[in-house]
Each structure stands twice: as C-alpha cells, then as structure tokens.
Nanobody, 126 residues
Framework: QVQLVESGGGLVQAGGSLRLSCAASGRTFSRYTIGWFRQAPGKDRELVAGITRDGGGTYYADSVKGRFTISRDNAKNTVYLQMNSLKPEDTAVYYC???????????????????WGQGTQVTVSS
C-alpha cells in the first residue's frame, strides 16, 4: 500500500538545522496521516510531529514546539520535517510512519501506525 523512505539526516552542530524528507510510494499516500518519530539510544521511540492527510492539522511534542515544522506535499508524495535550533538531545534515529485509519485525528501512539520507514540518523554535536 505504501513504502516510506527517510532521508536528510546527518551530523550537525548544536543550533544548526536539517530538513528530513519522507518519500512515499503508493497512490493513496494523500489519505494517510504521517507521523515523525525518533528513538535515541536507550530510550523509547516517541512521536515528535504528525500531520493530517491534507496538511491542515499538525501535532508537535512539547520538546520540539517552536523548533520543528512538519509539512507535506502530496503531489510529490513527500512529507518533510524541518528541524531548526537543534540540540544534542535531538540526536536520534528519525522514522516516518503512516497511519492507514480513515479518521481525521492524528494518532499519537506507535500501535496506531501501520507502515514505517527504515529511519535516518540525526546527530547533533555540542
């Protein structure tokens, strides 16, 4: 139904910026809520941002509000995560995930997501 591939990770200095991309295959991409998750070493995977299928609704974890922006371009089958003012604690593997449910609300828990990318490493040095 959908395959997701993340890109854009890398090594940056604290205070820098990165833009992650989640490229998707599948003609039904525009029907999926997309979430960006991250998992740091020794920690649980957590939702950092989500976006509704039309881009009209977004969710951000408190830890990234004001610094990260999620957006999507359904014509390009791509979701983005713009990350500014990066901090060392943002270091993690970042994953995008698709929720196949037809509901408008943004899912906030891992079991609600149905497809996952392989992740891209973000490392923020101090």
């Amino acid at each position: 139904q959908v395959q997701l591939v993340e890109s854009g990770g890398g090594l940056v200095q604290a205070g820098g910026s990165l833009r992650l991309s989640c490229a998707a295959s599948g003609r039904t991409f525009s029907r999926y809520t997309i979430g960006w998750f991250r998992q740091a070493p020794g920690k649980d995977r957590e939702l950092v941002a989500g976006i509704t299928r039309d881009g009209g609704g977004t969710y951000y974890a408190d830890s990234v509000k004001g610094r990260f922006t999620i957006s999507r371009d359904n014509a390009k089958n791509t979701v983005y995560l713009q990350m500014n003012s990066l901090k060392p604690e943002d270091t993690a593997v970042y994953y995008c995930a698709a929720d196949f449910s037809p509901y408008w609300a943004i899912a906030t828990t891992i079991p609600e997501y149905d497809a996952w990318g392989q992740g891209t490493q973000v490392t923020v040095s101090s």
